[in-house]
């Protein structure tokens, strides 16, 4: 009798236990394929005190931004905001951004004319017209996140771009001047291996880039 009535309670408290085994093998597996979050969001900012100031945000070249563009290139100084308004664009641990626009191409060319101690040209202004804008990636030393792909988003849909290389983990993209009309937002994405860097360029910021 004591045997009879001990071998279901032992049976009972086995089945307990391999139950609650089960229990704990099944959250410590749901914790380990649960991956991490693999997106960084950064907001980006304009460079202050650029010289001379600009509000209307990247456009095709025009008499008055060729103009504009000339002035800011005579204005000399080693890191003038206005000809380097890309310094630090989307800054983050992974990469590091560059800019290249009309406005950009013209005051960048009289800059380095002035930074020589020579009179101010007036760049090719049917060269400055064909140019459109175009985003450069470039992995931070020591980052360990090679760039797989370089995306520009606006109203929550990928913009197509005029041209596209990633290569060796360094990528470029070229799109028309009607995706960073400064009327919304924009995001930068630098998609790595590792994890995405996501930019958020708001319409306020845009205004200010050239």
């Known amino acids: 009798m004591i045997i009879t009535s001990a071998l279901p309670t032992d049976l009972s408290s ?7 085994c089960l229990a704990a093998v099944l959250v410590l597996a749901g914790t380990a394929v649960s991956p991490p979050d693999a997106t960084a969001q950064v907001q980006a900012t304009a460079r202050p005190d650029a010289t001379p100031p600009w509000t209307k945000g990247i456009l095709p070249i025009s008499p008055e931004s ?3 563009a000339i002035e800011c290139g005579t204005l000399g100084g080693d890191d003038p905001p206005c000809v380097f308004w890309d310094t630090g664009l989307c800054q983050n641990d992974d ?31 049917q060269a400055a017209r064909r140019t459109r804008v175009t985003i450069s990636a470039t992995p931070v030393a020591g980052a360990g996140n090679p760039l797989t792909d370089l995306v520009l988003i606006r109203g929550g849909e990928p913009v197509l771009s005029v041209d596209r290389t990633v290569r060796e983990g360094i ?13 919304a937002a924009v995001t930068i994405e630098m998609v790595g291996e590792a994890r995405t860097i996501s930019c958020v360029i708001e ?6 880039y050239r």
């Open 66 to 68: 060729y103009y504009h």
């Open 171 to 183: 990528g470029r993209a070229t799109f028309d001047y009607a995706a960073w009309a400064p009327t």
């Open 95 to 125: 990469f590091t951004l560059a800019a290249h626009s009309a406005y950009k191409q013209v005051a960048y060319e009289v800059w380095v004319a002035v930074q020589r101690g020579q009179p101010a040209p007036q760049p090719d202004f």
């Open 14 to 20: 086995c089945g307990r236990i391999v139950r609650w």
């Open 203 to 208: 319409p306020a910021v845009l205004q200010q």
